[in-house]
Nanobody, 120 residues
Framework: QVQLVESGGGLVQAGGSLRLSCAAS????????MGWFRQAPGKERAFVAS????????YYANSVKGRFTISRDNAKNTVELRMDTLKPDDTAVYYC?????????????WGQGTQVTVSS
């Protein structure tokens, strides 16, 4: 059974940094795309970043490009999201997700989420 467990959220001041981690288990993820999404209060869940596990190819939402970095650690089976120059608008619950290459995240696997709060 696939499990995705996020950690690393918290409270940080604007301009600061946080690192989120997603521990993935239950299968080999070499044929998966891993992603981070976020949902702010009163807003729909939005794409943040994704990475192809095998190739390492990354994609970012325009709102985080240049500030956030997604990476994966094959040895630890984790996916990380490094967030720099954080803004109050980055405040949200952040979710880790996984889907087979060619699939859609909505039909894949999701973690329980971790809260990130950026104070001004």
């Amino acid at each position: 059974q696939v499990q995705l467990v996020e950690s690393g959220g918290g409270l940080v001041q604007a301009g600061g940094s946080l690192r989120l981690s997603c521990a993935a288990s239950g299968r080999t993820f070499s044929n998966y795309v891993m992603g981070w999404f976020r949902q702010a209060p009163g807003k729909e869940r939005a794409f943040v970043a994704s990475i192809y596990w095998s190739r390492g190819t990354t994609y970012y939402a325009n709102s985080v490009k240049g500030r956030f970095t997604i990476s994966r650690d094959n040895a630890k089976n984790t996916v990380e999201l490094r967030m720099d120059t954080l803004k109050p608008d980055d405040t949200a619950v952040y979710y880790c997700a996984a889907t087979l290459v060619g699939g859609v995240f909505e039909h894949g696997y999701w973690g329980q989420g971790t809260q990130v709060t950026v104070s001004s």
